[in-house]
């Protein structure tokens, strides 16, 4: 009787055990691998900022999961960082960092005020959504929407996707402005 109730105790336990790691699972973001709120630093361009965590340490570099801004030396690039800049710069945000990029950038989903900020770059024309072969992105509405406002990027209809723009460009640093 003893031995059985034990069993029972320990089978409760397993069972408390898979609840909690379902729990938290269940609420921690898809592919989410870190969460912190921080305030912006420093803008770089339309879809690279600056976060130096309210936790304490060094500002992190991240870029914005999901969107494509042009090159700084690119038509819209210096307007696109701006708008970044005005909405973000010394403000606090909610970062989800997903993964990392070739350039050890985090690649993150931002969250400034309770709003996706991917979201409303693509919304306003500072940024495509971003494209992997046929997959036209999680901002292919935004995009949809601000191409048919001709808003930002899309008022010019020679508008050149990054990756466009660096193969027949180079780095910015070799590029025309």
């Not at 042009?70 to 909610?94: N, S």
């Not at 989903?109 to 991917?118: P, V």
Request: glycine share 10%.
């Amino acid at each position: 009787m003893k031995q059985k109730r034990s069993r029972q105790k320990i089978a409760r336990g397993f069972l408390f055990l898979f609840l909690l790691a379902a729990i938290l699972v269940a609420s921690h973001p898809a592919g989410a691998k870190e969460v912190f709120a921080g305030t912006v630093t420093f803008v770089t361009d339309g879809d690279t900022l600056w976060v130096r965590p309210h936790a304490g340490g060094a500002p992190r570099k991240l870029r914005i999961e999901g969107i494509d801004a042009p090159e700084i030396c690119q038509d819209g690039g210096e307007a696109a960082r701006e708008v970044l800049k005005r909405r973000v710069l010394h403000q606090q945000v909610v970062v989800t960092v997903r993964s990392h990029d070739d350039y050890g950038r985090g690649l993150a989903r931002i969250r400034a005020n309770g709003s996706d900020l991917g979201a409303e770059l693509v919304r306003t024309g500072q940024a495509w959504s971003y494209r992997w072969r046929r997959d036209l992105g999680p901002y292919a509405a935004e995009e949809a929407a601000a191409r048919a406002a001709g808003l930002g990027l899309f008022a010019a209809t020679q508008a050149e996707l990054p990756r466009a723009f660096r193969q027949r460009h180079g780095p910015c640093l070799a590029a025309p402005r």
